[in-house]
């Protein structure tokens, strides 16, 4: 019996030893091709809300168009930080809405709230700031 399980020790210990080899040269590997190494978790729910997206993240996400970089703000909106308070002589415009909206996996330079921000003020007159609130996932409840 004791020969048995010196041997069973044996055995199992070399397949744990061979398991946790692959498992390192399986990460080495992806590292090696860029691969990022953890997971980017930029949707938290809301018991209210619903999904929203989790505030202060920043890393790069995956899409049809490729790799893009988000950044969600510290109200969990993705767009840049604002004052609580609106500058004088300034329209502020809010986006809800779904992943139109949000445009997460468009260049900055091409979504709907950067665009409009750049071509408001021109029609009119005044700075206007376009926060973006959109959240892909949500309906139009």
């Given at each position: 019996?004791?020969?048995?399980?010196?041997?069973?020790?044996?055995?199992?210990?070399?397949?744990m030893?061979?398991?946790?080899f692959?498992?390192?040269?399986?990460?080495?590997?992806?590292?090696?091709?860029?691969?990022?190494?953890?997971?980017?978790?930029?949707?938290?729910?809301?018991?209210?809300?619903?999904?929203?997206?989790?505030?202060?993240?920043?890393?790069?996400?995956?899409?049809?168009?490729?790799?893009?970089?988000?950044?969600?703000?510290?109200?969990?909106?993705?767009?840049?930080?604002?004052?609580?308070?609106?500058?004088?002589?300034?329209?502020?415009?809010?986006?809800?809405g779904?992943?139109?909206?949000?445009?997460?996996?468009?260049?900055?330079?091409?979504?709907?709230?950067?665009?409009?921000?750049?071509?408001?003020?021109?029609?009119?007159?005044?700075?206007?700031?376009?926060?973006?609130?959109?959240?892909?996932?949500?309906?139009?409840?």
């Open positions: 019996m004791r020969g048995f399980l010196a041997r069973a020790a044996v055995a199992s210990g070399l397949v030893a061979s398991l946790v692959c498992g390192i040269a399986l990460e080495a590997g992806l590292r090696a091709f860029g691969y990022p190494w953890r997971e980017m978790r930029f949707v938290c729910y809301d018991p209210i809300m619903g999904n929203v997206y989790c505030p202060g993240v920043q890393g790069p996400i995956a899409g049809f168009y490729g790799v893009r970089q988000l950044r969600t703000n510290a109200d969990g909106a993705a767009d840049r930080d604002y004052p609580a308070l609106k500058p004088a002589g300034t329209y502020r415009v809010a986006l809800l779904d992943s139109i909206v949000a445009s997460l996996y468009l260049d900055p330079a091409e979504r709907l709230d950067k665009l409009w921000e750049a071509s408001l003020p021109r029609l009119l007159g005044r700075r206007v700031e376009v926060m973006n609130f959109g959240v892909q996932g949500t309906g139009t409840w």
